[in-house]
């Protein structure tokens, strides 16, 4: 069982910055792929982006591409989210994942994700 807590939400002006952090325990950190999802007030969950098991490899949606970095330090169980160029569009509670899939590629399928955080918001001002 991985319990994993989000923290760096807040607000932010647009253009301004913010650094997401997932703390993970209770697990093999190192065997997960991380990623980042986000829902708005009155839509769907999305997803963000993504990193594999080792830090090889990563995959962003199209409207963060550029903007935001995923990362991950496998000796501190932590994944960060570096989010730069914020946007107002980017207003939505942000939550932290785990998938135990340990392949090369990333899912970016909700459902394929095993372990959710609790969420952190973040708020963009136009």
């Known amino acids: 069982q991985v319990q994993l807590v989000e923290s760096g939400g807040g607000l932010v002006q647009a253009g301004g910055s913010l650094r997401l952090s997932c703390a993970a325990s209770g697990g093999t950190f190192s065997t997960y792929a991380m990623g980042w999802f986000r829902q708005a007030p009155g839509k769907e969950r999305e997803f963000v982006a993504a990193?594999?098991?080792?830090?090889?490899?990563?995959y962003y949606a199209d409207s963060v591409q550029g903007r935001f970095t995923i990362s991950r330090d496998n000796a501190k169980n932590t994944v960060l989210l570096q989010m730069n160029s914020l946007k107002p569009e980017d207003t939505a509670v942000y939550y932290c994942?785990?998938?135990?899939?340990?392949?090369?590629?990333?899912?970016?399928?909700?459902?394929?994700?095993?372990?959710w955080g609790q969420g952190t918001q973040v708020t963009v001002s136009s």
């Open positions: 990193i594999n098991w080792s830090g090889g490899n990563t």
């Open positions: 994942a785990a998938d135990s899939w340990t392949g090369w590629f990333i899912r970016i399928d909700q459902y394929e994700y095993d372990y």
